[in-house]
């Protein structure tokens, strides 16, 4: 049943990813097409809209992936399903945390699982970067599309704006101000929607 496979799905995911969403994303990528509940182009698309959206990014993805699948009680399993995990595992590390906090396990633990971490939200860079920039694969003549060209710009005005502290913009203001630009220069690239 389509129900429990979502649910068994979006646990593991869940369970055996730490880091957070973003951390989440090359697991429920790779499970979301595999199985065929997503295209990688829809993936990448509601990458963006779950970035947008309020709510925890693994949370949106594993809504999204589930409604698209299954409807609303698809959307309800994958969500259950991947914040189950996470909650059950605080809900323990609460209750014992004072006496472990200054374990040597503890704190070896966390040391290896911090570089891991940064690794797989690398990961899912480079996989989102790649589906974004070079949707056709990766060659010489893509570099000098006016779509690449315009696509480079507008990560690096994103980029520019969020790194520097005196500019203090607010994240939602430059994702409305990149997708403002998206839509005026759209036209003027000939971009397929």
């Known amino acids: 049943m389509i129900y429990i496979e979502l649910f068994l799905t979006f646990f593991k995911i869940g369970a055996f ?23 990688g182009e829809a993936l990448v698309d ?19 992936t589930g409604y698209e699948t299954a409807g609303f009680l698809g959307a309800t399993a994958a969500t259950v399903g991947v914040v189950l995990p996470s909650f059950a595992v605080i809900l323990l590390i609460a209750l014992i945390y004072d006496r472990f906090r200054k374990s040597f396990g503890v704190k070896a633990c966390m040391r290896g699982i911090k ?8 990961a899912a860079v480079l996989s989102v970067g790649r589906t974004v920039f070079f949707p056709e694969g990766i060659s010489l003549s893509a570099f000098t599309q006016r779509e690449f060209i315009f696509k480079a710009l507008i990560f690096v005005l994103a980029a520019t704006a969020l790194s520097f502290k005196k500019l203090k913009l607010h994240p939602v203001l430059v994702i409305c101000l990149c997708a403002f630009l998206g839509i005026a220069a759209g036209y003027g690239l000939d971009l397929q929607v």
């Open 46 to 64: 509601f990458m963006a809209v779950s970035e947008s959206t309020p709510g925890p990014f693994a949370v949106n993805m594993a809504t999204y």
């Open 17 to 39: 990813t730490f880091g957070g969403g973003y951390a989440m994303l090359p697991l429920i990528c790779e499970e979301a097409l595999s199985r065929g509940w997503m295209t």
């Open 115 to 122: 570089p891991c971490v940064v690794g797989l939200i690398g």
